[in-house]
């Protein structure tokens, strides 16, 4: 890794298409100044960013990893931005918190991470970008993807999860089982973040004294309190870079 000056660096992505999902998915990539290839941040979005919305690509993000001269993928899985496939809403339909709601995300997500590793398989088969060097990263749902990703395929170098399993951890006993079958069995290093007040901050320690007690190699860091309680605080990983950028260049300076 390296810093790298983005001044009058166009910070517009380029639209990218590849495999997955029934019809194809969509994302968006941004690639930093000189010459590749580059080690690549692929962050996995959460089931907020449903088709229509107008958050596609997530440059505030993307600006931090390109100042350390990594590149920075947004991949819409199936059903979600700009990629066809089944909405979330329309596959979940039963209320939060139920067990028929475990049931049916439990599901959703192994559908789900398949797109994560088309991702994955997308990047690595890029010029401008090194493929022993692609993290992943997501906040949410996307940081259960995460997880499940780093465990699915040694590929990944290295993962930053973000809040990964705050919204179902009490009350979701299978996605729970999922994420920590995935921590039982991953083989890169990972990073977990959460701020204090995220709507439980359970997984974090959770998972990170599985981790421990594996001997693996692994950062647990809880942030302190983040704008208000619960869905802002939530929202850290897409607001805070200023606050979690430094522990996580320092992770990756370390393991990437």
């Given at each position: 890794m390296k810093d790298v000056s983005l001044e009058g660096h166009s910070m517009a992505p380029r639209r990218v298409s590849f495999d997955g999902g029934t019809d194809g998915l969509a994302g968006y990539l941004f690639v930093p100044p000189g010459d590749g290839p580059f080690p690549c941040v692929i962050d996995n979005h959460g089931s907020a960013t449903p088709p229509g919305t107008t958050d596609l690509s997530h440059p505030q993000t993307a600006a931090l990893f390109l100042s350390w001269c990594c590149a920075y993928l947004f991949p819409h899985r199936a059903g979600y931005g700009e990629s066809p496939?089944?909405?979330?809403?329309?596959?979940?339909?039963?209320?939060?918190?139920?067990?028929?709601?475990?049931?049916?995300?439990?599901?959703?997500?192994?559908?789900?991470?398949?797109?994560?590793?088309?991702?994955?398989?997308?990047?690595?088969?890029?010029?401008?970008?090194?493929?022993?060097?692609?993290?992943?990263?997501?906040?949410?749902?996307?940081?259960?993807?995460?997880?499940?990703?780093?465990?699915?395929?040694?590929?990944?170098?290295?993962?930053?999860?973000?809040?990964?399993g705050a919204s179902q951890w009490a009350k979701h006993p299978r996605i729970k089982a999922a994420i920590l079958a995935a921590a039982e069995?991953?083989?890169?290093?990972?990073?977990?973040?959460?701020?204090?007040?995220?709507?439980?901050?359970?997984?974090t320690d959770e998972i990170g004294a599985l981790l421990a007690a594996r001997d693996h190699p692994f950062e647990a860091r809880i942030f302190p309190p983040w704008g208000t309680?619960?869905?802002?605080?939530?929202?850290?990983?897409?607001?805070?870079?200023?606050?979690?950028?430094?522990?996580?260049?320092?992770?990756?300076?370390?393991?990437?």
């Open positions: 496939g089944t909405r979330l809403d329309v596959a979940v339909t039963a209320p939060r918190g139920t067990d028929e709601h475990d049931a049916q995300m439990s599901e959703r997500l192994v559908s789900e991470n398949r797109d994560v590793l088309s991702a994955l398989d997308f990047a690595a088969s890029r010029e401008d970008i090194d493929a022993s060097r692609i993290v992943a990263m997501g906040s949410s749902l996307g940081g259960i993807h995460t997880l499940m990703a780093l465990a699915a395929d040694t590929r990944w170098k290295c993962g930053l999860d973000f809040s990964g069995t991953l083989t890169q290093p990972v990073f977990l973040i959460q701020p204090a007040n995220d709507f439980n901050t359970a997984p309680d619960g869905a802002e605080a939530h929202r850290f990983c897409a607001a805070g870079q200023q606050i979690w950028g430094g522990s996580a260049k320092a992770f990756l300076k370390t393991y990437l």
